[in-house]
Structure formats: C-alpha cells, structure tokens
C-alpha cells in the first residue's frame, strides 16, 4: 500500500469501557443518520399508529366515560403493535448487504452492539410516542399529559424495547422473519403490557399511588431482568 | 500467522470440514480454490469468527478462536460475497461508522486516504445505495483496509465486477500486499488467483486436497492441475 497511506493512523487500543461506550454510540449514530435518510422507519410507525387510533376511534364510538376506560388499552395496542414493525425494520436494514456480518467483526463486545441497537429503537419509538400521545388526545378528547402515564409509557417502552431487539435479532436470522417476530416477541412481553395498561389506567383515573405502584414495580424489575439477560445472552443469540 | 488443525464443521447432518488442516505465513497471498459447496466460505467464516467450528483448534496472529475472538477481530479485514454497507449512508459515513468501531485513531484523514486507494473520493458524499456493484465492491475492500489489518479474509471478491471493477480490486489487493499483510482469498476464477496469490490452496471434501507455491507452477498450468486434483478427489 502506498506510503501516504500508512502515515499518522493507527488503531488504538482504548480501555475496554472507552471502547464499549464508543461503539454504543456508532452504532446509534449510524441508525439515527441512516433513518434521517430515509424515514422508513418512522414514517412506517406513525402511520401504522395513526391508523389504529383511528379505527378504533371510528369503530368504538365511545361516549366520554368509555373513553377513558379504553385509553390505556388502545394506546398500548398502538405502540406494540408499531413497535414490532420498528423493530423489524431496524434489524432487517442490519440484514440487507450483510451489514449484521460487519457489526460482529468489529472488534468490541458485541453486547454494545446490542445496547446501540436498543437504544436507537427506543428513541424511534419514543419520537412516534411524542407524536401519536398529542393526536390521540385531540381525537379522544382525553389529557394524557399526565406525568405518571409519561413514565409508565417510557418504563413500558424501555422493557418492549429491551425483549424486541433482542428477539428480532435471533428472528432476523430466520428466513419468516417477519412473522417470527410478533410471535416470539408478545408472550414475552405480556406481563409488560399487562403492568403498563394497568399503570396507565391507574393514573388516567386518578387511582392512588399505592394501588398504581405494584404495577410501576413489575415494570421496573421486568427492564432490569430482561435488559440484563439480553446483556448476557446477545453474543449466544448472533451466534451462528 | 494462520494455523488450522482437524478443523471440523457440520451443517445439520451434512458435514462441510472433515478434520481439515491450513496454516498460512505472514506475508503469504494464498488462494483458496475449489468446487461449489466444497466449504471455502465455511473456512473463511470459522476464521472471521463469524461462525464456530464443532471440533478443532483455529489461531490467528497468535490468538485463540474463539475464546480470543476481539483480538482477532482487531486485526481481520473481510471481504464477503455481499458489501457489508448501509446503503442509507454515505460512502464517508460508512467509513466513518467503522472506523469507530474500530477506534482507529486521526479517522478523518485515514478517510480521505482510503477513499483516495479505492477511487471514490469524488463519490464521497454519495448514497451507497445509489452506487454500482463495482463500486460498493471497491468500497468495501476500503471498509476492509480501513483500520490496517495484518490479515485479509476475502470470500469471492470478484464476483459480479466488470473488467474495470477487477482492475480496480486486483491494483487494491497488490497493494495490500506489497505491504506484507497475509491474504487468504477464494475465488472460482483461477485467472485472477493465478495473478495474484503466491500459494494455490485446492480444498475438496472438506480438507485441503493440494497446495502449490506459484513459483512451483505456470499460470497456463495451473488449470490443468486443479482439475486433475478436483477429479483425482
């Protein structure tokens, strides 16, 4: 290779945790500048998640009381069900030109790999959240500006997100991934939903803290759990 | 630099490496050659450390695979059959990307040199995706050479590129080495290999049947004898 190309350049060698935290960042970079491109993602999302809020705000035709009974139910209908087509679509552009083989030759923990990924997905799904919360609240005539329910949706999302990039990795892998996905992905997050519909009802009803706190608490230890079983588990699951 | 011993790998029920054995020196350019489904790939992934091999030992550089996996990693470059390239990205922005996964320090000059080596300096700024095959080919041999790496893992690099795109890669792997970095390539084109490896690796059933030095044999030659070693086997 020609001299000028082997000047001034060399690759350090950083400590580990310099290193780690370096590659969660590219990674998030490189998502965040790739979808800025190309908006696929999140336009795929929005409209999904304005469609259902729709149907079911044409389909239900709820009187004032109803609505606010079915609020947290249908906005985390909406998120998982937008959130799957995120996820899939986050995984497959890693799939598309063997991009997934160039992350894993890289060579830093693989778990920050999986910790870049997660954390893009969850800005995606929170951007689509900030955007659907606001239009939800104008169709529905229901404040969701409410602080419990912003932390209950961003508890919520943290352990969806946490299981869903770690599930769409192993799915992407497969050749049904897009099928796979959905159905490995909700058995696991049922007690998520469950914790989050619950908290979220609590607080659109002005339920009081302590019967809302359980469900805050399963939502906390299910993203403590699954983030650090993702954590030890993500180098087995790229495995080939 | 590479050394391989009863390396053994299975697919399901279907064994691909039969207790196969390779080493490679530094500085070495070896072609791997062989029939379709032979297991040039799978060789090629088990020494990425994109894939585990069921029995065997692999060192690379001195490392173990795979419980010494990120120190090999640090000094692999690969090439694949696809460009391992977002295509939502810019050719800069790529390499921009892996370079920070490989911590290689003064990026944005190693940038400008690499895009120089490969002829994309005026297509820096271009989406990858809006890029030809031979193209993305050249800029994934740059993605490769990026962070300077002692060994260069090639699957097929020649594969779907025009004259001019193999003209551009082979002056590319010259140069690499020219540097004395340690190349293992595959390829079907036994034209190009002959042009450019010092050592001709023939691998048929899982294992490597034959090897010859280039100095051993004339590049009108070399046809003849991988097809009496390929039918032989």
């Known amino acids: 290779m020609s001299d000028n190309l082997r000047d001034s350049y060399q690759v350090t060698n950083p400590r580990p945790l310099t290193n780690f935290f370096h590659a969660v960042w590219a990674v998030v970079w490189k998502d965040i500048s790739a979808e800025l491109r190309s908006r696929e993602l999140i336009s795929a999302m929005f409209v999904f998640s304005l469609l259902v809020i729709l149907i079911f705000n044409f389909a239900l035709e709820l009187d004032a009381r109803a609505r606010e009974n079915v609020t947290a139910g249908v906005i985390w209908v909406t998120f998982a069900f937008a959130g799957t087509l995120g996820l899939n679509r986050s995984m497959s552009m890693e799939k598309d030109r063997g991009c997934l083989d160039g992350l894993l030759l890289a060579p830093v923990d693989r778990s920050a790999i999986y910790f870049g990924k997660a954390i893009g997905n969850l800005i995606f799904m929170f951007l689509v959240e900030i955007i659907v919360l606001p239009i939800y609240t104008v169709l529905y005539n229901v404040n969701l500006f409410v602080p419990g329910l912003i932390i209950t949706i961003i508890l919520g999302s943290l352990g969806y997100v946490a299981v869903g990039t770690l599930l769409s990795t192993m799915a992407i892998q497969a050749r049904t991934r897009d099928i796979l996905l959905p159905i490995l992905l909700f058995p696991l997050v049922i007690p998520v939903l469950l914790a989050a519909v619950k908290a979220s009802s609590g607080f659109l009803q002005g339920v009081s803290y302590d019967e809302i706190s359980p469900w805050l608490n399963i939502l906390i230890v299910y993203d403590v759990i699954f983030t650090a079983i993702a954590y030890m588990v993500f180098d087995y699951v790229v495995e080939e | ?233």
């Open chain 2, 1 to 233: 630099m590479i050394k391989v011993r009863r390396l053994v790998k299975r697919y399901g029920s279907k064994p691909v490496l039969r207790g196969l054995d390779f080493d490679v020196l530094s500085g070495e350019f070896v072609a791997l050659l062989g029939p379709n489904g032979v297991g040039k790939t799978t060789l090629l992934r088990i020494l990425a450390s994109l894939s585990k091999p069921m029995s065997g030992e692999v060192f690379i550089a001195g490392f173990r695979l795979p419980s010494q996996a990120a120190a090999v990693r640090r000094r692999l470059g690969v090439v694949s059959h696809q460009p391992l390239l977002y295509g939502d990205l810019t050719a800069e922005e790529n390499l921009r990307f892996y370079g920070r996964m490989y911590s290689v320090s003064n990026l944005e000059n190693r940038i400008d040199k690499v895009l120089a080596l490969i002829g994309l300096s005026r297509r820096r700024r271009d989406l990858v995706r809006t890029f030809s095959r031979g193209m993305q080919q050249r800029l994934a041999i740059g993605r490769a050479v990026l962070h300077d790496p002692e060994v260069m893992l090639l699957d097929e690099p020649h594969t779907g590129l025009d004259q001019d795109a193999c003209a551009m890669l082979n002056h590319v792997l010259g140069e690499v080495a020219a540097r004395g970095r340690t190349v293992v390539m595959t390829s079907h084109d036994l034209s190009v290999a002959g042009n450019l490896a010092t050592r001709f690796d023939i691998l048929s059933h899982g294992k490597i049947a034959a090897s010859v030095q280039r100095s051993e044999i004339d590049p009108d030659g070399l046809m003849a004898y991988y097809r009496k070693i390929v039918n032989e086997v």
